[in-house]
């Protein structure tokens, strides 16, 4: 949190733009909720009633409510990542400009890779947190709470049961993001490691090609490429073992909820269009839990 309070002080100049983007997200959010509900109407209204005179007007609305969604998602994009490009531009000059003020001493116990990796390496991996972490973050807790929302309105009996797996589906997210993330920033270090040995062999190759020392470093190089590749291997084996889990308990409450509805849809005490939707909907509430990178 400490971090985050202070990577918010420096977006506190872009408050504006924040704004926009805020709200851009807000109507994205609420956009995506649109669709299962018009689908749930078709199915109920115009086909399970037979009144085929409103099919292509309600069909005419969804497209619409897409087309829509779609232009809120090009405004978003491209407000969100041309402020990141800013934010970053401004933070690699305040860094140098930081740099250029310490002392001689700090130069000299210090490598001019590493420092070369903390401001290209760490300020690249700071605008993909501001252009999609922080956005993500915030369009999949709106979708969260609005799906589950609506899913309650349909029926709060299916939402229930839809929703069953969502408390362990947060324990275990807390538990990933607890166990991953050392393991990423284990492969941030490694990463810079690679790029400072290189940046400093690069600087000096004039006299590692002098006395012939030129196997000597590519072992190192080679030993500092292997431990980045067992730390990035160690990362993606973690990924990509917890997230399949993940969608497998998911698809539990999916599953229970579909055939829950499925049987009271028998007895006639649950229309098939609800059911539909609540299938629709369900995909909407797990889908924050889609991983947007696995290779850290």
Do not use: C
């Not at 115009?46 to 969604?69: E, F, K, N, T, Y």
């Not at 993500?136 to 589950?148: F, I, N, P, Y």
């Amino acid at each position: 949190m400490r971090i985050l309070r202070r990577l918010l002080t420096f977006v506190r100049p872009y408050w504006k733009t924040l704004a926009v983007v805020s709200l851009l997200l807000l109507l994205r959010a609420n956009l995506r909720l649109l669709p299962p509900l018009y689908e749930r109407q078709i199915v109920d209204q115009v086909i399970g009633g037979r009144d085929l005179s409103r099919l292509w007007v309600m069909v005419a609305a969804l497209i619409g409510i897409h087309a829509v969604a779609g232009l809120v998602d090009v405004g978003d994009m491209y407000i969100r990542h041309a402020l990141g490009a800013r934010f970053i531009f401004d933070l690699r000059v305040r860094i140098y400009a930081y740099l250029q003020q310490l002392s001689l001493s700090f130069f000299e116990r210090t490598s001019t890779g590493e420092l070369m990796s903390r401001v290209t390496n760490d300020v690249n991996a700071l605008e993909q947190f501001v252009t999609h972490g922080v956005a993500l973050t915030a369009v999949d807790s709106l979708r969260l709470v609005g799906a589950s929302a609506v899913l309650v309105a349909l029926d709060w009996q299916l939402a229930l049961v839809v929703l069953i797996p969502l408390p362990f589906m947060a324990f275990g997210l807390r538990r990933f993001n607890r166990r991953a993330r050392p393991i990423y920033r284990q492969v941030q270090d490694r990463l810079g490691d690679i790029n400072a040995r290189l940046q400093d062999d690069l600087t000096g190759i004039r006299v590692i090609q002098a006395f012939g020392q030129e196997h000597a470093e590519l072992e190192r190089f080679r030993s500092a490429s292997e431990q980045y590749l067992r730390e990035r291997v160690r990362a993606i084996r973690t990924w990509s073992t917890f997230f399949p889990a993940l969608y497998f308990v998911a698809a539990i409450g999916g599953g229970a909820g579909v055939g829950s509805g499925s049987a009271d849809g028998g007895g006639g005490t649950v229309v098939v269009g609800d059911v539909g939707g609540l299938f629709v909907l369900h995909h909407l509430v797990l889908r924050p839990a889609a991983p947007v990178d696995g290779g850290g």
